[in-house]
């Protein structure tokens, strides 16, 4: 077995660009922001880089280059955006940009073989605000001045580990690690692998990560399973973007590492089907349906949300669901998968009511479950219980009157609702072959990372 100071070395020279490599995109950036840097005005008071690019962060043949422009804090929150897509568009009109969404939109275009963003943020003071960009430009400056190119290169590390395990990104699909969190971490441990160890024996009382002493009172109101808080913004919680699942993926992706070093756990493994799966294919519920196009972080919250409330919708019903997940295509489809303990239920349930000692209590359970009641009895625990007949024994079937008739009362997000009821598919693992975005949730859904499990 190969030391963890080899496998490092070997990881680092696959992940740090070289002097050419660092020459090309110096240059495509150059350029692009002298395009940019046309469009300075009283209104677009600056240009500046940011991200991975201006960091010194970035990962060979897998970097973006973030260009922002800094529009004076007088400008409206209409204007604002307005600027943003006029700068960014015309600047990049050579280019073939087009819009892509987050809190704001801002401007994409593909430059020589590299994505390069114009991102508008507000020209704030420290702490001032306005938009959710703002504080990037901070974020810049002070990854710079306290990172050395040692750490920079922990960074890339901790980045092609994150990217391998599927946990890198701030996104709402990803949930998992944006590359300022990698920095931070690599500013708080050091390097790559103290970050594993620290990650490998983290618990409900040492979840807290920051470069400086951390407001106990700020703390206090952190709810996420990982605090990490922003050194330019002590009030932030960076951990909030992060997933449960994220977090316990890179814990346990960490004490494998360091248990047994591969360099498997810097390398994109695409996911395979492992073990008896066929056999679960009948406890997949797979509802599929198209949407109107929108931004992929709108869509994706909108399908995050709802699969929470179908599957709360489900559990509610006595349809127990183990594990449940949304994927879409970002472009029109969209598919939600559930996997059940079972599709159907008994004919017939027991509810098991109060000890007859509690006198209102037992009146009220029998008087409630009287006319849907077969048979009421007193159990070995002095309890009443009752046998009942269920309403809905098929999970395709709850659902399918879920998504029509209840549709207002399930939870579903409203921007869903009027996709969903236009035209919606729901079939089971073992109606028909899976194909396409289906089989892609199902697979995600039912196998291991046996490098983590």
Not at 19 to 39: G, N, Q
Not at 229 to 246: Q, V
């Amino acid at each position: 077995m190969k030391s963890i100071s080899n496998i490092i070395s070997q990881a680092l020279k696959q992940s740090q660009p070289s002097a050419e490599d660092v020459e090309k995109l110096t240059e495509i950036a150059i350029e692009t922001k002298s395009l940019v840097s046309r469009y300075i005005s009283p209104k677009v008071v600056d240009v500046v880089f940011g991200g991975s690019f201006a960091k010194g962060t970035w990962i060979k043949d897998e970097v973006d280059i973030d260009i922002f422009i800094k529009i004076d804090n007088s400008v409206n929150d209409r204007e604002f955006g307005q600027l943003g897509e006029q700068v960014g568009l015309q600047s990049l009109k050579g280019y073939n940009p087009y819009l892509r969404y987050s809190d704001h939109p801002y401007v994409e275009a593909v430059i020589n073989g590299i994505r390069v963003n114009v991102v508008p943020c507000y020209d704030v003071l420290k702490g001032k605000w306005k938009s959710a960009a703002d504080r990037s430009p901070f974020h810049t400056e002070y990854i710079k001045n306290n990172l050395d190119d040692e750490q920079r290169n922990q960074v890339r590390l901790l980045k092609k580990f994150l990217k391998s395990v599927g946990i890198y990104g701030a996104d709402i699909a990803t949930g998992g690690f944006s590359g300022y969190v990698a920095e931070i971490m690599i500013l708080k441990y050091g390097t790559f692998e103290s970050v594993l160890h620290a990650m490998s024996n983290i618990g409900v009382e040492n979840n807290v990560i920051s470069i400086d002493k951390p407001d106990e009172h700020s703390v206090k109101d952190f709810e996420s399973q990982l605090i990490i808080i922003d050194p330019i913004d002590h009030k932030r919680n960076l951990g909030t973007a992060i997933s449960a699942e994220s977090v316990g993926k890179l814990v346990l992706a960490a004490r494998s590492f360091l248990a047994k070093p591969s360099f498997d756990f810097f390398i994109k493994k695409e996911k395979k089907f492992s073990g008896n799966y066929e056999g679960l294919y009948p406890n997949l519920i797979i509802i599929e349906f198209s949407y109107k196009r929108r931004s992929p972080d709108v869509i994706w919250g909108q399908l995050k949300r709802s699969l929470n409330a179908i599957s709360k919708q489900l559990e509610l019903a006595n349809f127990k669901v183990i594990r449940s997940i949304c994927v879409t295509d970002q472009q029109e489809t969209a598919v939600l998968v559930f996997l059940l303990d079972s599709v159907t239920l008994s004919a017939y349930t027991e509810k098991i009511g109060p000890k007859i000692f509690m006198r209102k209590e037992t009146a009220n359970f029998i008087l409630k479950n009287q006319k849907k009641s077969l048979i009421t009895w007193v159990d070995s625990e002095m309890r009443v219980s009752t046998l009942i007949q269920r309403e809905t024994t098929n999970a395709k079937h709850f659902l399918k009157l879920l998504l029509t008739k209840k549709i207002e009362s399930t939870g579903i997000t409203k921007g869903l609702k009027g996709d969903i009821q236009r035209l919606f598919r729901i079939y089971s693992g073992d109606d028909q072959k899976i194909n396409g975005l289906a089989k892609e949730a199902i697979r995600d859904l039912i196998t291991s990372d046996q490098r983590i499990l």
